[in-house]
């Protein structure tokens, strides 16, 4: 397939290139940065601003991409602009051109405003809001066929390619095992229309994602 992953640069969007490759995929990262991320023929990059206007991001999008990535974010610095409108935008650019599936990196807790006030995230609160209403655009008034990815805490430790899904804790979660689950759920199909949190865990990913 071909696949574009929107921030192709981050701990988690460089995993998900290598693991799409490694599975034969087609990649257009996106990056601001000049370099070029990966050496591979299968991959190619574009420079996209999620700042920029959704027509110049939607004229950006090749016609024959066939799924979209969602795995940038602001880091905090730009919660509105980027990890809400700036998704939203790419949400709205993929289903005007005709992309059915779509996949969202979010967060445990984009959706249950309930946990919010707990004092260990009130500093999150910001960034879950952003999170909330972006997971929920594309729940609620897009087309798209999406999946919503919600790990905790992302840790740069080697993946053990298993996971724990909908506990209902935050949990940490290897940065290999995300990226792992990112892909895994491309052409699940009980993974379409689908919400889960994940955490490190017991379940091989594929089994994980087969009991959702
Ligand atoms: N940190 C955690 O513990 C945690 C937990 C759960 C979920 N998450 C989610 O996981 C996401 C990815 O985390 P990460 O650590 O992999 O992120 P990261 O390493 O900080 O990477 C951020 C990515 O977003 C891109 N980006 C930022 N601003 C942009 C803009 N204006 N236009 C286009 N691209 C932009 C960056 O691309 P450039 O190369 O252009 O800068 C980069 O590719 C987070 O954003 C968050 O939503 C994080």
Do not use: C
Not at 51 to 62: L, P, R, S
């Amino acid at each position: 397939m071909k696949i574009l992953v929107i921030g192709a640069s981050g701990r988690v969007g460089g995993k998900l290139v290598e693991q799409l490759l490694d599975d034969n995929h087609q990649v257009i990262g996106t990056t601001r940065q000049d370099k070029q991320l990966f050496d591979n023929s299968n991959y190619s990059q574009l420079d996209l601003d999620l700042t920029a206007n959704k027509d110049e991001i939607q004229k950006q999008m090749d016609d024959d991409i066939e799924a979209v990535y969602f795995v940038a974010g602001s880091g905090g610095k730009d919660i509105l602009e980027v990890d809400l409108h700036g998704a939203v935008k790419t949400m709205q650019a993929a289903q005007d051109k005709g992309i059915q599936r779509y996949i969202m990196l979010s967060s445990v807790y984009s959706m249950d405003t309930s946990k919010w006030d707990n004092p260990a995230i009130a500093e999150l609160k910001e960034y879950y809001i952003g999170k909330h209403y972006a997971d929920n655009w594309l729940v609620n008034d897009s087309t798209l066929d999406y999946t919503i990815v919600q790990p905790g805490a992302l840790k740069e430790r080697a993946g053990t390619g298993k996971i724990a899904i909908n506990t209902n804790e935050a949990g940490e979660n290897s940065i290999e095992d995300v990226a792992a689950t990112l892909a895994a759920v491309l052409n699940a199909d009980n993974a379409s229309k689908k919400v889960f949190h994940m955490q490190n865990g017991d379940t091989e990913i594929k089994q994980a994602i087969a009991n959702l």
